[in-house]
């Protein structure tokens, strides 16, 4: 039997084709003979009837060819419950209200379609959140929104990064040094911009040596890169002009996967990526739509989409 994937996702023109993640999973998927389809989240309805569905392009044609990466057929409105197998929940965070939403309608149709990442633990794991599970891996943490408590945190860490606390891809993200001078300013732009608390670190000087993304697959380690920060930077995200080199796991970033790999297993939470500075410091898990498959693969020799393929299917047959 035929399996049909609908990809809910940013618009496919502007992707980068070499290095986006669900643009990999859909070359896999078409691969494997799969039905593909292309869904704006804000086109999700849910009708009188209970049912969930949106307006949707077959996606046909997909290739590795700038300007002519795929090609959508006529669009047609889909019930993601009875008409599709799984859903990739693909769309770029921020994770806001629209986001949750749609992680809530999604839930209604999980007893007849597969969601990837399981979104109710999508919605109650967001990247900056659910880490501060695992606070025995991180460096010292704290959330909030005074710039007093940051005082107080700075005069016993000194440089601090601050970052938002929804934020993605390495936006937004600030270093204050020891004295704090701009601390003020700062707060009230951040206060100003996002009604949540922000995320306060100490600087971590071993940035410097990278920012390592591995990425889980039912629980399991399938691979990692290292993202060191272009010149002039101390951000790693390649988003941002990070550089990506090959690498191992150390030790102490093994003992973090086998803490978390169960539980994430549990959760539903299939392709996820975490986040460790300096081969030790646990910063994020990457949920909602993690990357870094493309380049893990280029630098391994490895098929991390087809390993996502693999446990998708497993579970569609109802093999744990």
């Known amino acids: 039997m035929t399996i049909k994937m609908a990809v809910q996702m940013d618009p496919m023109d502007g992707i980068n084709i070499n290095g986006d993640s669900s643009f990999a999973l859909m070359l896999a998927g078409q691969a494997r003979g799969y039905d593909i389809w292309h869904y704006d989240v804000g086109t999700l309805t849910l009708d009188a009837h209970d049912r969930l569905t949106a307006w949707a392009h077959p996606v046909h044609d ?37 986001y949750i939403t749609a992680t809530h309608l999604l839930e209604r149709i999980e007893h007849e379609t597969l969601v990837v990442n399981n979104p109710a633990s999508v919605r109650n794991a967001p990247e900056k959140v659910m880490v501060l599970d695992y606070r025995q891996f991180m460096p010292p943490t704290i959330i909030t929104r005074s710039a007093d408590e940051v005082r107080d945190f700075q005069k016993i860490h000194g440089a601090v990064v601050v970052k938002p606390l929804h934020g993605n891809g390495g936006k937004a993200i600030f270093r204050i040094d020891a004295d704090g001078s701009n601390l003020g300013a700062l707060f009230e732009v951040f206060n100003n911009t996002w009604p949540e608390p922000h995320m306060v670190q100490p600087f971590l000087p071993d940035v410097a040596l990278g920012d390592k993304r591995i990425v889980m697959i039912d629980g399991e380690v399938t691979g990692a890169i290292n993202r060191r920060p272009g010149e002039g930077e101390f951000r790693s995200n390649l988003a941002v002009g990070g550089s990506a080199e090959w690498t191992q796991l150390t030790s102490r970033e093994l003992e973090i996967c086998m803490a978390m790999g169960p539980r994430l297993k549990e959760l539903g939470l299939i392709y996820v990526g975490i986040d460790v500075i300096g081969g030790q410091w646990l910063t994020e898990i990457n949920v909602t739509s993690p990357t870094g498959i493309v380049a893990i693969d280029r630098f391994n020799g490895t098929d991390t989409p087809s390993l996502i393929l693999d446990v998708i299917e497993r579970k569609l047959s109802g093999q744990k």
């Open 62 to 98: 997909v290739q590795r060819e700038e300007g002519g990466h795929y090609r959508f057929g006529a669009p047609k409105k889909i019930d993601l419950g009875a008409d599709i197998d799984v859903v990739l929940m693909r769309q770029d965070p921020p994770f806001h209200v629209g």
